[in-house]
C-alpha cells in the first residue's frame, strides 16, 4: 500500500477535476465565440463608422470611434507589425502545451478568452490591409475620450485577452491548478519553527 502524503505538505489537493475532453471543449467553444463576436463587431465598426465622427455614449463615457492600429496600444510597435503574428503564434502554442493537462473549467474559460482574443486579432495581422502578416487592426471602443487621449482605443479581441489574463491571475493567486486540484498552503501550527511549535 502506498502511504498517503502527510496533511500540510502544500502538495496540490485533488478535487477530482473535470474530464480533460469537456475542459478542451470548453476552451475551444469560448474562444470560437470570443473570436466570432470579435469578427461581427469589427465587420459592423466598419460598415457604421467609416466616414463618420466618433459616437459618443453614456454621456461621453465610452465613444465609437473607427481606427487601424499597426501596432499594440498607444500604436507601441507600430513600425514592426510583423512581430505581432509571431508572438500570436507563440501564445497559441502555449495554449495547445497547457491544454494537454487541462481539467478545470475556469482555467478553460480563461485560456479561451485568451485564445479567440489572440485570434481575433490575427485574422487582422493576416488578411486585412496593407498586407498579408502585417494587417492594421480594427480597433472602435475609447473610453472617456473620443480619440484614445485616456485609454487606448480598442476591440472586443482586446477585452477578450485583458478578461482572460486578469481571470488567469485571479486562479493562479487563489490556487486553482490547471488540472483540476488546488494547492494547499501549510497548516499555520507545521509553518512554525519546532521551538515556537513546543511553546504553543
Same mark, same amino acid.
Given at each position: 500500500?502506498? +502511504?498517503?502524503?502527510?496533511?500540510?505538505?502544500?502538495?496540490?489537493?485533488?478535487?477530482?477535476?473535470?474530464?480533460?475532453?469537456?475542459?478542451?471543449?470548453?476552451?475551444?467553444?469560448?474562444?470560437?465565440? *470570443?473570436?466570432?463576436?470579435?469578427?461581427?463587431?469589427?465587420?459592423?465598426?466598419?460598415?457604421?463608422?467609416?466616414?463618420r465622427?466618433?459616437?459618443?455614449?453614456l454621456?461621453?463615457?465610452?465613444?465609437?470611434?473607427?481606427?487601424?492600429?499597426?501596432?499594440?496600444?498607444?500604436?507601441?510597435?507600430?513600425?514592426?507589425?510583423?512581430?505581432?503574428? !509571431?508572438?500570436?503564434? +507563440?501564445?497559441?502554442?502555449?495554449? +495547445?502545451?497547457? *491544454?494537454?493537462?487541462?481539467?478545470?473549467?475556469?482555467?478553460?474559460?480563461? !485560456?479561451g !478568452?485568451? !485564445?479567440?482574443?489572440?485570434?481575433?486579432?490575427?485574422?487582422?495581422?493576416?488578411?486585412?490591409?496593407?498586407?498579408?502578416?502585417?494587417?492594421?487592426?480594427?480597433?472602435?471602443?475609447?473610453?472617456?475620450?473620443?480619440?484614445?487621449?485616456?485609454?487606448?482605443?480598442?476591440?472586443?479581441?482586446?477585452?477578450?485577452?485583458?478578461?482572460?489574463?486578469?481571470?488567469?491571475?485571479?486562479?493562479?493567486?487563489?490556487?486553482?491548478?490547471?488540472?483540476?486540484?488546488?494547492?494547499?498552503?501549510?497548516?499555520?501550527?507545521? +509553518?512554525?519553527? *519546532?521551538?515556537?511549535?513546543?511553546?504553543?
Amino acid at each position: 500500500m502506498t +502511504a498517503a502524503p502527510p496533511a500540510g505538505s502544500g502538495t496540490a489537493e485533488s478535487t477530482g477535476g473535470t474530464p480533460r475532453r469537456k475542459a478542451v471543449g470548453v476552451l475551444l467553444g469560448v474562444a470560437v465565440a *470570443a473570436l466570432v463576436a470579435d469578427l461581427v463587431t469589427k465587420q459592423l465598426a466598419l460598415s457604421s463608422l467609416t466616414g463618420r465622427g466618433p459616437v459618443s455614449l453614456l454621456g461621453g463615457a465610452v465613444y465609437l470611434t473607427l481606427t487601424r492600429n499597426s501596432g499594440a496600444a498607444w500604436s507601441i510597435g507600430s513600425d514592426h507589425t510583423w512581430v505581432f503574428p !509571431l508572438i500570436t503564434v +507563440a501564445v497559441i502554442g502555449w495554449i +495547445a502545451w497547457m *491544454a494537454l493537462r487541462l481539467r478545470s473549467l475556469p482555467w478553460a474559460v480563461s !485560456l479561451g !478568452l485568451v !485564445l479567440g482574443g489572440a485570434l481575433g486579432n490575427l485574422t487582422d495581422r493576416v488578411f486585412r490591409a496593407p498586407g498579408h502578416f502585417v494587417g492594421h487592426v480594427v480597433d472602435m471602443v475609447s473610453l472617456f475620450d473620443p480619440y484614445g487621449q485616456v485609454w487606448p482605443v480598442f476591440n472586443l479581441a482586446d477585452s477578450s485577452l485583458v478578461c482572460g489574463v486578469v481571470l488567469a491571475v485571479f486562479l493562479e493567486l487563489t490556487g486553482r491548478q490547471r488540472d483540476g486540484s488546488r494547492a494547499t498552503a501549510e497548516r499555520s501550527g507545521d +509553518a512554525l519553527p *519546532a521551538d515556537q511549535r513546543e511553546r504553543a
